[in-house]
């Protein structure tokens, strides 16, 4: 069986410079995927940078996987068209929950780690892990991939099992 390392709380914050897929805009929505769990944002219409603020829920098991997300320009009449994917290894923020047990950080806010872009991620810029009254958090923007331009901005909590069962 595999272990239950807390639940995963992924706001889709928006998106910045997306790609046209209609006549002059598009209606992006997110699809984000870990193991084989999926949820998806509401579609924002005629917006090329959506501010969606939705936050999805997952439980986070080892193995980390990788969160993966796919935007999508609605379409009402055809198929939706793909507008980028990205992804971001879980493994660090995984890693920065343990740190933060094992060393009982307890301050209003303490950096864990930094995360720079590279080849296990789609980071646009470097991230932080932090914990932040209590709470293991990630701001990342994350570059979309097979596209022109684009990137999503996400907020990412790792929430311990313990307190996500007391909740």
Same mark, same amino acid.
């Given at each position: 069986m595999r272990e239950q390392l807390g639940l995963l709380k992924v706001t889709v914050v928006r998106g910045k410079k997306l790609v046209i897929r209609d006549f002059m805009t598009s209606d992006p929505y997110v699809v984000v995927k870990l193991d084989?769990?999926? =949820?998806?944002? &509401?579609?924002?219409?005629?917006? !090329? +940078?959506?501010?969606?603020?939705?936050?999805?829920?997952?439980?986070?098991?080892?193995?980390?996987?990788?969160?993966?997300?796919?935007?999508?320009?609605?379409?009402?009449?055809? =198929?939706?068209? &793909?507008?980028?994917?990205?992804? !971001? +290894?879980?493994?660090?923020?995984?890693?920065?929950a343990r740190l933060k047990q094992f060393a009982k950080v307890s301050s209003a806010e303490t950096i864990l780690r930094k995360i720079v872009p590279d080849t296990d991620n789609c980071l646009a810029r470097e991230s932080s892990i932090s914990c932040i009254n209590g709470e293991v958090v990630q701001s990342v923007w994350l570059r979309l991939c097979a596209v022109e331009s684009g990137e999503i901005e996400l907020k990412i909590k790792l929430i311990d099992p313990c307190v996500a069962s007391s909740k």
């Open positions: 084989n769990q999926t =949820a998806k944002t &509401k579609f924002i219409n005629s917006c !090329l +940078n959506p501010v969606w603020n939705e936050e999805l829920s997952f439980s986070l098991k080892e193995p980390v996987g990788v969160l993966n997300l796919e935007v999508f320009d609605k379409d009402h009449f055809k =198929a939706d068209d &793909k507008m980028g994917h990205a992804h !971001l +290894n879980l493994q660090p923020i995984a890693s920065s």
